[in-house]
């Protein structure tokens, strides 16, 4: 079942009026004139009858769907940039596992360097692969994605639990998921190269607790979906 994010309002027998983009694909590329789709506003999901002609396409809004598909527990990824189709591999496959906010940042071995005046385009193209993997996913919320972050602003950033993914970590620091308590969290995933001493340092004064997500060296999209795979499960059963 096609689902699609409505900026508007929901509810039963309100008819959504879907936007050009919405109105192409559900009309032109998925012919879903007379079907049922899914639509969510403001995290709540409804399902509705769609009817028009890909030009104009509305949806008549019938009962709300009563299934829930968002974790409660808030998951945020910090991303050390990595490269550009890593990123967005990251961004979708985070998506789909439950991540709620996703913060990229600078580090001193990241292979890729931040170029501002690229900043707003980037964003834009990040926004929509999340968006469709959230609509693929079907879940009620679009993660939020900041602005790129320092360094040192990582460091300092405030959550109830924080945790730094450290390949070189596995002899004395434990597994993610035995630590991990199912409740909101951030953690940190580094780039190609890895941090510093000092980086692991700095992010460990900052409050961070190191873990391991095994024995082997991931790669840091690898890494990234793993720490993720192993949060929401844990957050999931939790809620359960
Ligand atoms: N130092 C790594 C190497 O020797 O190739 C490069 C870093 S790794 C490609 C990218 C990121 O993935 C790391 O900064 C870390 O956050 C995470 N990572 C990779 N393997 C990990 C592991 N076994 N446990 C925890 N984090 C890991």
């Known amino acids: 079942m096609q689902q699609y994010f409505s900026d508007t309002k929901l509810a039963p027998g309100a008819v959504y009026e879907m936007t050009p983009q919405q109105a192409h694909h559900a009309g032109n590329v998925v012919h879903l004139q007379g079907k049922i789709i899914r639509l969510v506003h ?8 769609c009817e028009g002609n890909g030009r104009k396409m509305t949806a008549l809004v019938l009962e709300k769907d009563p299934v829930k ?8 990824l910090l991303q050390a940039l990595v490269r550009r189709e890593k990123f967005e591999w990251i961004l979708q496959k985070a998506t789909e596992l439950g991540v709620s906010r996703i913060i990229p940042f600078e580090s001193s071995r990241c292979v890729v360097q931040y170029r501002k005046e690229k900043a707003e385009r980037q964003k834009e193209r990040w926004m929509q692969i999340v968006t469709e993997a959230a609509e693929q996913s079907k879940r009620e919320k679009i993660p939020v994605i900041d602005d790129v972050l320092r360094f040192e602003d990582v460091c300092r950033f405030e959550a109830e ?7 070189n970590a596995f002899g004395e620091s434990p597994l993610l998921g035995s630590v991990y308590t199912g409740e909101s969290a951030a953690f940190v995933i580094g780039p190609e190269g890895g941090f510093s ?6 992010l460990v004064s900052g409050g961070y607790r190191t873990v391991t997500l095994g024995a082997r060296i991931l790669r840091a999209e690898t ?7 192993v949060m929401a499960d844990t957050a ?5």
Do not use: I, W
């Open 223 to 229: 890494a990234a979906l793993a720490a993720l795979a």
């Open 197 to 202: 001493e000092e980086e692991v340092q700095a």
């Open 42 to 49: 403001n995290g709540e999901a409804y399902f509705a009858r």
């Open 161 to 167: 639990e924080k945790y730094l993914a450290y390949e």
């Open 69 to 76: 598909r968002e974790l409660d527990a808030e998951l945020v």
């Open 236 to 240: 999931e059963r939790k809620q359960r």
